[in-house]
């Protein structure tokens, strides 16, 4: 039995016994994956009764197929466990392999442009959707990732849940010149 992988190199490996050939599975896309070929002698082995995710859950591979775009879909709800400055997409997956969840952000503002970081998440409680609040194209580029692929969105979008987050003020702004002034209570004000 022979695996054949990577790019620009070849990777060969033998295994003495075959107990059975794994699928990938659902949680892994495979599109992320090299290109390559496996070969075995025996024509009646089997295909094992578990996928790739069940033999090895910490494979950062089982976050691959069950991937989001943050800024055009949605955040993790869920506990924090780690965080990394560290490193690209495939990094923080690895980094964050005995996770449930990660979520990867490429910022975009000029203080912090061309940094990411890498946050794993222990627990999620649910996928939870931007809503009509938030305006997407303040978010930073990056992509969340689960391994459940079962996890649910969430019952209630950012702002019904976090009503104090700032991000909920920008998908409900208006042009100040073009368009409009508030008339209503002031509360605080600030010149920074």
Do not use: M
């Not at 089982?62 to 991937?67: E, K, L, Q, R, V």
């Not at 490429?106 to 996928?127: M, N, R, Y």
């Amino acid at each position: 039995f022979v695996t054949s992988i990577q790019a620009d190199e070849a990777l060969c490996t033998c295994f003495s016994t075959v107990e059975c050939i794994e699928p990938w599975g659902d949680s892994v896309s495979t599109s992320d994956l090299s290109f390559g070929s496996i070969f075995y002698k025996d024509g009646g082995t089997q295909v094992c009764a578990s996928d790739h995710c069940t033999f090895n859950p910490n494979s950062p591979l089982c976050f691959t197929g069950n991937s989001l775009s943050y800024r055009d879909d949605s955040d993790i709800r869920g506990t924090v466990g780690i965080s990394s400055n560290d490193g690209t997409e495939k990094a923080c997956l690895e980094f964050c392999k005995e996770y449930d969840g990660v979520r990867f952000l490429t910022f975009v503002t000029s203080i912090q442009a061309g940094t990411a970081l890498c946050t794993c998440f222990s627990t999620i409680d649910c996928i939870e959707p931007w809503g009509d609040s938030v305006s997407i194209f303040d978010l930073s580029f990056g992509s969340i990732f689960y391994k459940d692929g079962g996890t649910q969105v969430c019952a209630s979008d950012h702002c019904t849940f976090n009503p104090n987050s700032p991000l909920c003020f920008t998908g409900n702004s208006l042009s100040y010149r073009d368009d409009s002034d508030i008339r209503g209570t002031v509360g605080i004000s600030s010149n920074d």
